[in-house]
């Protein structure tokens, strides 16, 4: 992948929209790629505006929480339960939650 | 039914919230009625907006009575029996209780999300339990944009919602439902979230007041998260007063949310004189310098927009107040800044509904394994734009262009709160201003399914709200004026305040109200 997104004439290929779909755990199908490749293409290319920008001297801007964000105290505190948990998910086998096979031919 | 007294019907006056607890409070109205009285406008009205998710009638009554036996035996609550209406992303769950009494509110949170359709949360969110502390009856959960991903309340995965003014127009979005059911009077009082402007243009849609408190205000314990240095819980009223009363009720320092901040709760009401934020409010100020950058005056405003900004203008000047020109050129880059920044973080925090520990779960083929799981249950479970801001946000954190986008919107970031810095801290050219004023969208509510099939045009909508999240600070839209032609919609102006100033922006909001009722 290129490092910079300046200059590009085509902001995402169709093979690119397949590779972030499989990065986002999002099955597409062909229509579908299509159309997601077609409306990045339009917001990426939107976003080339930011390259304008005269940004070597400027930092990261990565909490504005800043001075204000707190830790907590290192301690053990209230928790939801086992139960609690397992009432949320969709499949369970208590006290566990269900999952398919990971390895080798897997099933629901 | 003509237009107007159709839209009329709609909207019909209500009490306010903090005239319904002075009477609660003080035995001459009760809990039950007030509530009863919210669940007929329910009734009356609901089908014509489709504003709720969910409604919590005998939760309400039940609650309710249990308000009124605490009033009888002594207490004063400063929400006592105000019904109000909670966005479907703040979860509430069995606990929901004052001590020793179980309401059974209970409920899904969906987040407009087929992902979350059945899902039920354990624990209830801070800012939701501190309203029914103070004795707020809650009616129900809103509809909203899947995860608050967009600015018309048409990305529900379950109804479009519609404004209360205009049925065939949007109420805005993504906080769409907690904005049509206040500006419905059903309820006085609602709850919403803003990550982009999800608070402040469903507000000025609608025709209410809406408040985005600074980040660190307001706990975003319970708040489903979208993006989460963005996100930030707020009030929504008709009634300004209303509103101080719910912001100081909300604002709290929380241990459950290390982003709320130490200063949560502080006011400064001293310099007022006055023991609360609403009694502070009243007092005006001397000195009044409001920014208005040339930014808020762009060709592509709707000409209504730009005339009520003229006609705002004109009020606070009529009032004593200097009106500043200012500079906001970074206005410009908040979308695409924003829309980097807010889209890797939804890819982070969407990562989680992968159809194992909560929400949906797709059923698999023979031979299909734990990836299958995910990616079915995930395009199943999240519609169009949500799967489009979380590959956009997967695209802009990967390796080879986190540094090109994500870093670079990072940057701008600072650029953009410098530039408020600036403003707040005056120039050469111009004095230290107490507050920038500009419109909450450029135009006023638009027809549902007009821009809906363009997402970057529903994008730019979000032009001069981004740029308050980016920076951290607190936003208040005030109802300013009404479109020109039929139908007569409302257009609302935005206040926007130093950090953890949001009293000077109610102070301006109540000067502004009062030069227009007297």
New interface residues.
């Given amino acids: 992948m290129s490092a910079h997104f300046s200059s590009r004439p085509d902001p995402i290929s169709l093979d690119e929209v397949r590779k972030v779909a499989s990065l986002s755990r999002l099955a597409l199908n062909d229509a579908q790629l299509q159309t997601a490749q077609h409306d990045l293409a339009a917001v990426l290319d939107y976003m080339t505006r930011l390259q304008s920008l005269d940004l070597k001297n400027v930092q990261l801007l990565t909490s504005i929480a800043g001075e204000n964000a707190r830790l907590n105290a290192d301690t053990p505190g209230p928790t939801l339960t086992n139960d609690q948990l397992l009432a949320m998910a969709p499949d369970t086998m208590p006290p566990f939650i269900k999952v398919p096979k990971v390895m080798g031919e897997g099933s629901a | 039914m003509s237009h107007s007294s159709r839209a009329d019907a709609l909207t019909a006056h209500i009490p306010a919230a903090h005239g319904m607890a002075a009477a609660v409070n003080a035995r001459q109205a009760s809990a039950v009625e007030t509530t009863r009285a919210a669940l007929d406008r329910l009734a009356s009205r609901e089908s014509a907006i489709d504003a709720f998710l969910d409604t919590f009638p005998d939760a309400a009554l039940r609650h309710a009575a249990i308000i009124d036996q605490r009033i009888a035996d002594g207490e004063s609550l400063p929400l006592a029996g105000v019904p109000v209406a909670i966005k479907d992303n703040l979860v509430i769950g069995p606990d929901l209780h004052t001590p020793g009494d179980a309401f059974g509110y209970g409920g899904r949170t969906t987040c407009g999300s087929r992902i979350l359709e059945n899902?039920?949360?354990?624990?209830t969110a801070t800012s939701v339990q501190r309203l029914i502390d103070a004795g707020a009856i809650i009616i129900g959960k809103t509809n909203m944009d899947e995860f608050a991903m967009g600015s018309s309340c048409e990305h529900s995965a379950f109804k479009i919602t519609r404004n209360p003014h205009e049925p065939a127009h949007v109420p805005g979005g993504s906080s769409g439902g907690s904005a049509a059911a206040v500006g419905s009077n059903i309820v006085p009082l609602a709850l919403g979230s803003d990550t982009g402007g999800s608070i402040r243009q469903p507000a000025s849609y609608c025709g209410i007041y809406g408040l985005k408190p600074t980040?660190?205000r307001v706990s975003r314990s319970g708040l489903v998260a979208y993006a989460s240095?963005?996100d930030q819980v707020g009030p929504m009223a008709s009634d300004l007063s209303d509103l101080a009363i719910a912001t100081q009720v909300i604002c709290a320092?929380d241990?459950l949310d290390?982003?709320?901040?130490?200063?949560a709760a502080e006011w400064h009401l001293d310099g007022a004189g006055a023991s609360s934020l609403v009694d502070a409010m009243a007092s005006p100020i001397t000195g009044l310098a409001i920014g208005v950058p040339a930014q808020a005056r762009s060709a592509s405003n709707h000409p209504d927009v730009t005339r009520v900004l003229n006609d705002t203008i004109a009020s606070l000047q009529r009032i004593g107040a200097t009106v500043v020109d200012i500079d906001l050129p970074m206005t410009?880059?908040g979308?695409?800044?924003y829309?980097?920044v807010a889209a890797a973080e939804a890819?982070s925090n969407l990562?989680r509904f992968?159809?194992?520990?909560?929400?949906?779960?797709a059923?698999?083929e023979?031979?299909?394994?734990?990836?299958?799981?995910?990616?079915?249950s995930?395009?199943e479970g999240?519609g169009k734009e949500v799967?489009?801001r979380?590959?956009?946000g997967?695209?802009v954190l990967?390796?080879?262009?986190y540094?090109?986008?994500y870093?670079?919107?990072?940057?701008?970031?600072?650029?953009i709160?410098q530039d408020f810095d600036t403003c707040f801290a005056g120039t050469s050219s111009h004095p230290a201003c107490h507050a920038v004023l500009m419109p909450a969208a450029p135009g006023p509510a638009f027809k549902i399914g007009e821009k809906s099939s363009d997402?970057?045009a529903l994008?730019l909508e979000d032009v001069y709200t981004v740029g308050v999240n980016?920076?951290?600070l607190p936003g208040l839209t005030i109802p300013a004026g009404w479109t020109s032609a039929l139908p007569r919609l409302p257009i609302g102006m935005q206040l926007i305040g130093r950090g953890f100033d949001e009293l000077t922006l109610l102070r301006i909001a109540a000067m502004v109200r009062n030069s227009q009722t007297t």
Avoid at chain 2, 398 to 401: A, L, N, Q, T
Wanted: contains cysteine; aromatic residues 16%.
């Fill in positions: 899902y039920h949360s354990p624990f980040y660190g240095s963005l320092t241990p290390s982003t709320s901040s130490s200063r410009d880059y979308i695409a800044a829309y980097i890819s990562a992968d159809g194992i520990r909560y929400g949906r779960r059923s698999l023979p031979g299909q394994g734990l990836v299958d799981l995910y990616c079915r995930r395009s999240f799967q489009r979380i590959m956009l997967t695209y990967s390796s080879g262009y540094d090109a986008y870093n670079t919107a990072l940057k701008a970031r600072r650029l709160k997402p970057l994008y980016l920076a951290g």
